[in-house]
């Protein structure tokens, strides 16, 4: 192994050094651990380490890392103390998610690092968002991502890589190329010659280096930082490598052929760097053997101080409380007059143009939202006030934008996404419902994320265009969900939903949007989430709906004046408000619960549910609900009015009224 150490004195070359033992130590303490029962699963870097180390060493303390399940080397040349890390791994009080997640799954400001969660591949667009972030703030700062060649194959690669070279943000892709996922060779994971080829595709730069050399990776990533710190862009670093252990200890490694383990061996990152500085005077044999057993001592220590440590105590309030970072609601607010009669579109417009007004660190992103003002046309002149840094196009990636957006917020900005269409949303489940939700109550960070939903039937737009998926989220812990049904509250909402820390998932309905008109506050305010709406005071039943069903539901109030119709607007699902709901319900005796999402399992069945376990003996007749047909929506007029809910409202509501 050829080592250059260009201008690196001695003791810069010695610290190297017991960067790189370190990890290889506690590894083989681990595998001790392991042996006797005292900890469970172990992904090993064994062999790897030169590149977490190496890399590490070369980025700025200030500057943010996103590791991957072997790169203990990132936690240990970051300098966290491995009592920290083992208090992690064993779910102590002491570590960093509250015995909450696992392994290196968790994040921490006070190193810059950016843990994973356990889905391969997400990781790779919130460097994007951080990366955006120090473009914007001109911080000029580098960003390090890790994956492994077997996530390649995720979207989430492609998605990353591409936006980073669209956006020219300053991240290297760092492929940690050890030839195997779990047991899968590289030549079943993928066909082009080797992985940095990819780089050319993407319009950036591509390096593959030798990855057991701890002096190449460092090099090579201080040069690459320093040019891109400059002159942003990414690059895609593929570093060759090989994994020493099984995929994890109990998977065993029988599918490797023995005379790789053989080559590699010889390639071994810790001997051959070691080999290197004894030859340059900067290690004695006696100095290694001193290293060793300090190093021994304090690993031995650090490790029972966490196994004497009090284990947690469970409590029920500090979890549930914990999915959401604390935030109180503005009592004192700006008047509500004077209010200009406006479309629901333009409350939602007005809303998002005084959040960017007041908020400097708040993005907009979004498919076409530029120039072109959005599908809808809601941020139509927005690029002129507030320039493409704020107000940005994006490529057709919804994975890796709100992948961006959760980047973005990890550093120090706010992020408004919409989708083109509430649909488009599968494609960016996977970040909503693991990333941005879970994110606070694994290691407190707060998500100050957006994502606006433009959702619901009416306009004959078929499966594909029309879906109401809000119960897709109202199952999600970690989310808040609001649902406006009139233009005051589509600002109000989405003013509030911008205010709060914590991610919102915040639904428009097209059907409303050039449809309903009404007064809109000019000041900012803002509605509380979780608060319903009595829009009609009734004695004779309950209905409790949200979004277009609000509509439907005047409008079979004013057909029938004969009835006395109680109207809740929950305008918010997540959470919900069960004393309006429940007040509601004890005067009334009656409820139907209708709503234009699909019958089984809409949020109706939470609130009927709801209302038999603590309403039951005030209810003169079973809770009812209204929704739309169990198929997908079809497109055609007559078939759309057949599936959705409206259609059964009057037999819905008879049945109730007769019961
Ligand atoms: C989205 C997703 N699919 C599957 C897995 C299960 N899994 C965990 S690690 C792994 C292999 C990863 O291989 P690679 O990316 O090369 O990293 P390595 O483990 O070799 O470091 C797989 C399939 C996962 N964690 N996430």
Redesign the pocket.
Known sequence: MNFDRKNLDNDTLLAFYKKLLFPRMVEEKMLILLRQGRIGKW?S?IG?EAIAVGSTLAMAADEYILP???NLGVFTSRDIPLSRLMAQWQGKPSGFTKGRDRSFHFGTQEYKIIGMI????PQLALADGIALADVLADNKKSTLVF??????S?GDFHEALNIASVWKLPVIFLI???????S?PTNE?YNCRELVDKAIGYGIEGRRIDGNNILEVYHTITELNEAIRENPRPVLLECMTF?MRG?EEASGTKYVPPNLFEWWAAKDPLTNFEKYLLTQGVLQKELILVIRQQFSKLIETEIEKVYAEADIIPDIDTEVRDMYKPYSFPTVQAKALPATNKRYIDGISDGLKSAMRKHNNLVIMGQDIAEYGGAFKITQGFVEEFGKGRVRNTPICESGIVGAAMGLALNGYKAIVEMQFADFVTCGF?QIINNLAKTHYRWAQAVDVVIRMPAGAGTGAGPFHSQSNEAWFTKTPGLKIVYPAFPADAKGLLLAAIDDPNPVIYFEHKYLYRGIHGDVPDADVMIEIGKANVLKQGEQASIITFGLGVHWALEYADKHPDQSIEIIDLRSLQPWDKDAVEASVMKTGRALVLHEDTLTSGFGAEIAAHLSEHCFKYLDAPVMRCGSLDTAIPMNKALEDQFLAKARLEETMAKLLAY
């Open positions: 992904f870097g790897q991957m399940h072997r356990s889905h391969l591949g994956t492994g060649e077997g996530a390649t995720e940690e190329n050890n030839g195997y996922g779990l899968t994971q994994r995929h996977n």
